[in-house]
């Protein structure tokens, strides 16, 4: 690997001499002054005169070269600051990857499109990944066929945009030009698994007379399962934590040999599947513009995406008699859980210009979908009558947002904007069967708090996922109104916006925030920029809502129990004295320089600060003696308990010039970010050690299990014919703490590269070969203590756990 970078090093070093000769010649086919829409009203802004941070990633012109296939997976390659890692064996979490911008949350990032709000998902994270005991906004719902760019901008805009955007502003803007393409790829992983099949396409051609137009594209995909557990997991039977756990381990470790013997079976039979849930997409969009007359043009954009999932939960040995039903398993079994998640969106709106005025009013709806089912398992409290399948409940979440937004140009130095909004939220849990929740007796009758232990099988609802009950079910809503202005001020070299905003939330109040930003070109091509802002984010739904509290054995095995999450609003928070959350509000300060000595090169570095009080955390499972006496032996609660800070800085480069017969494209990004937790206040309940309501791992979720530093060096050769991509992603140190059953590890930095090679076999046809972390970089191997006893062999960290992904794709344009 050393030598290859030094490779790659010198290759740049000769590169640059050879540049300083060649740079008056050039090639335009980098629009570095390209039309943002995020980061201000100005309609003549650019993402080099913006005074706020901003990316623009053209994905018409990476779509045919990129190992990537999701918009999570593209912009985790293409922007430092932003990250995604899939995740295993974490319930929903491995369906619907988490993404964070800055270090900051999933739920502190905003995601418009066509600048107008998308809504979140309906699953809270809640399995200690990385942003647990937040709510996120599912992108890779949206077919990257159907993105014609990509703007990230890197700065706090709930001024501008509203609640969720503390750390910045995702714009993802559909494809709206005519003419057809399509395209299929095949990939496999080396180790010949994971497979993947992507069919997309995209199709647009006018509409109507008047200039109008209709863009369709829709994907279908598989990506199948991997596994990368260790090979063995069972080399040490005394060290497995199923009989760790064992009222008696010997006895247990006896009983599944032999199990083994009997059967002539080996440890292999009892591996652990460990890695990437299996994914099919089906997805479809639309984005439609129709001139009315010539000062007023209605549009309607969105679409529809079907997921479905399926991956393994943790597995279940023949020892475990209270999960076992050993007349259906006798070897045990990994329980498998499956998802199918609807996610259905529309913008429908008419935009108004005329004599510099330009008004927008739209109404824009969006609801996600998830249902589980588990399969493979049993409620081994009905024995041999035990179903091996069950429908688990799952949860909704619909948005509804009417918008209204009035701009005007009142001469060459003042823009100014206002606008309101409205929005409804609503948020719903559903039931699964009685059989994947509820405890029964070995007579068939559900367990009650009178019911002797002793006539209890086993433990009750389908192994691997408890279902939702009906004490879980609910359905609440919201709403919320809105009002905001901006004034953008631009005279000579100086550009300036200020913005205020005013938020009603029905169910936690008012808040009024306000963001000025700056910049100033005191040099031909050197400018500094700089923003300030407050912020907020309210509590979702999901948060104040999610609970799947269920019924338990007390490990005293003296009667019936409660644990899992419970709801701000349950009795047993009330009785706590837990209030209900409020929302978070925040501080966000940035300082940078832009540098644009000709039209083709591109520096920027942005320095940022960012504070946030009453952030909202997911406590750890606690006990103490209030808990009992409410019948409970192990409760978690959403709480405003932490404030945080986040320092950073990004820097941007962009170069491009003529070598040889072609033009080169030189980009090199890199992102430090820091975020520190600075003070806690937890209520008056969580008495004690800290570590027993908010140990280590979960400060370690915020602060450390994130890469802090990241770096993106892509190189793109084109020829007529050819064109060739390498890129080099470094991640940086990562540090993973696995209390309370692990120790602290510290997993080294890594550097992934990715390969393609494209030939244009004539106008209408492209050939690509090439691949993700070509070299099959992973993650340090886990500690013993972390790996839960050699089952996970790697940590879903940093690029995560697939290794070398390999690929062939094929695209026709029409």
């Known amino acids: 690997m050393k030598k290859v970078s030094l490779l790659i090093v010198s290759i740049l070093l000769e590169f640059t001499n050879f540049f300083n000769a060649q740079v008056k010649q050039v090639v335009d086919s980098l629009d570095l002054e390209e039309i943002v829409v995020v980061g201000g009203r100005n309609s003549d802004r650019t993402k080099v005169n913006s005074p706020v941070a901003v990316d623009v990633i053209d994905v018409r012109k990476i779509e045919k070269s990129s190992p990537q296939l999701t918009v999570n997976d593209l912009l985790n390659y293409l922007v430092p600051s932003f990250n995604s890692v899939r995740q295993s064996s974490s319930d929903g979490t491995e369906h619907i990857d988490p993404a964070t911008l800055r270090g900051m949350g999933p739920d502190q990032v905003l995601v418009l499109v066509n600048g107008k709000r998308r809504h979140t998902t309906s699953l809270v994270n809640y399995q200690n990944t990385v942003g647990n005991g937040s709510v996120g906004t599912d992108m890779s719902a949206i077919p990257v066929s159907s993105i014609e760019k990509i703007e990230v901008l890197r700065d706090g805009s709930a001024a501008q945009y509203g609640s969720d955007a503390i750390a910045g502003v995702i714009n993802i803007i559909l494809k709206k030009n005519k003419g057809g393409s399509a395209s299929v790829t095949y990939g496999l992983t080396n180790r010949n698994d994971g497979e993947n099949y992507n069919f997309s396409g995209n199709y647009g051609t006018k509409l109507g007379d008047q200039g109008g137009s209709i863009n369709l594209s829709f994907v279908v995909s598989q990506r199948n399962k991997t596994n990368r557990s260790y090979d063995n997991n069972l080399d040490k039977f005394g060290d497995n934590f199923a009989y760790d756990f064992a009222s008696d381990p010997n006895q247990a470790r006896l009983d599944d040999e032999k199990i083994m013997a009997e059967k002539k ?41 079907l997921r479905q999932g399926e991956g393994a939960e943790f597995r279940r040995l023949p020892s475990e008699k209270e999960n076992v039903v050993a007349e259906l398993y006798p070897v045990g079994f990994q329980p498998l859980l499956k998802s199918n998640i609807y996610d259905i969106s529309n913008s429908t709106g008419a935009r108004y210009n005329h004599n510099n005025w330009f008004i927008d009013l739209s109404n824009t709806f969006g609801e996600n979908i998830f249902d589980y089912k588990t399969s493979q398992t049993n409620n081994a409290s009905l024995g041999v ?80 996922f408890i279902g939702f009950s009906p004490q879980n079910a609910l359905k609440k809503d919201r709403n919320n109104a809105s009002g905001y202005t901006d004034i953008a001020f631009k005279k000579g070299k100086f550009t300036s916006d200020l913005a205020g905003r005013y938020e009603h939330y029905s169910d936690f109040g008012n808040s009024f925030i306000g963001k000025l930003a700056l910049r100033y070109e005191y040099l031909n091509g050197f400018a500094v920029r700089g923003a300030f802002s407050n912020g907020f984010r309210a509590p979702s739904l999901q948060q104040q809502y999610f609970n799947n509290s269920f019924a338990s054995i007390a490990n005293s095995g003296s009667g019936i129990v409660s644990k899992g999450i419970f709801t701000n609003d349950s009795q047993l928070a009330k009785a706590l004295g837990i209030e209900k959350l409020k929302e978070e509000k925040s501080i966000n300060a940035s300082a940078g320089l832009t540098f644009k000595p000709t039209n083709k090169i591109y520096v920027t570095a942005d320095a940022y600060y960012i504070k946030v009080k009453d952030r909202i955390v997911l406590t750890s499972e606690f006990v103490n003696a209030k808990v009992e006496s409410y019948g409970v032996e192990g409760a978690r609660f959403f709480t405003n308990a932490v404030d945080t800070e986040t ?36 209520p008056d309940v969580f008495e004690g050690n800290r570590d027993e309501y908010f140990g280590p791992d979960q400060t370690n979720i915020i602060e450390s299990l994130s890469p802090k530093a990241k770096a993106s060096l892509g190189l793109t050769y084109s020829l007529p014919k050819w064109n060739v991509l390498i890129r080099n992603t470094y991640f940086g140190k990562v540090t993973r703490d696995g209390y309370p059953f692990g120790g602290v590890q510290h997993h080294d930095p890594k550097l992934v590269t990715d390969f393609s ?23 340090d191997k886990q500690i013993y203590e972390n790996s839960y006893y050699n089952v996970f062999k790697y940590a879903p960290v940093q690029m995560g756990t697939t290794g070398a992904n390999w690929f062939a794709r094929l695209t026709m344009n029409f």
């Open 757 to 779: 090679i494209a030939y244009t076999i004539n106008k209408d046809w492209v050939f690509t070969l090439g691949g993700n972390n070509v070299f099959d970089v992973f993650p």
């Open 385 to 464: 009558h035990s179903p091996t399948e069950f429908k688990a409940g799952g949860h909704e979440f619909l948005q509804n947002t009417l918008n209204l937004d009035i701009s005007k140009k009142i001469n060459e130095i003042f823009t100014i904007a206002f606008g309101g909004e409205f929005k409804y939220e609503q948020y719903e849990i559903k039931a699964g069967e009685d059989g994947s929740w509820m405890r029964y007796d070995k007579f068939g009758n559900p367990i009650t708090v009178s019911t002797n232990p002793s006539d209890i099988l086993g433990e009750g609802g389908s192994q691997g």
């Open 265 to 305: 079976l080996s440890q292999k039979d009892f591996r652990f599947r460990v890695g990437d849930a299996q994914i099919k997409n089906q997805q479809f969009f639309v984005n439609a513009i129709y001139p009315l007359s010539e000062k007023i043009e209605f549009y309607s954009f969105g679409g529809a995406s």
């Open 647 to 682: 320092k950073g800085i990004d820097v941007v480069a962009i170069y491009k010039v003529s070598l040889g017969k072609g033009n080169l494209d030189i980009s090199l990004s890199g992102n430090y970010t820091e975020t520190e937790i600075v003070d806690f206040h937890f």
